[in-house]
């Protein structure tokens, strides 16, 4: 809900676990009040409880994805993934990076 805590899960608001069974997979959060929100997405493949990096190239050796215009080159930061959420039933889709 602010800058100071994404992408961090130990900081995350609200958190959803679902498994990953079909090439598009939908979750929702409840009820989540009006604001300023950003979304961080992780395909935990083999469900160690945290994202898995690879040397080269650089970054996340499992699907990750955020609420962001674009792939960003590095951590998402909140200034660009952010977005305000103006109603209860919003849809925001989110492609998977690999």
């Not at 945290?50 to 590095?74: H, K, V």
Request: proline share 8%; hydrophobic share 40%.
């Amino acid at each position: 809900s602010d800058s100071g805590g994404f992408p961090k899960l130990e900081n995350a608001v609200n958190t959803v676990t679902t498994r990953a069974t079909a090439t598009t997979v939908q979750v929702s959060f409840g009820d989540v009040p009006a604001g300023t929100w950003a979304v961080a997405v992780h395909h935990d493949h083999d469900a160690d409880g945290r994202i898995d990096f690879r040397w080269f190239p650089p970054g996340p050796s499992e699907g990750t994805s955020a609420s962001c215009a674009s792939r960003p080159l590095a951590i998402p930061r909140w200034k660009s993934c952010s977005f305000v959420m103006a109603e209860a039933d919003q849809v925001l889709r989110t492609p998977m990076w690999y």
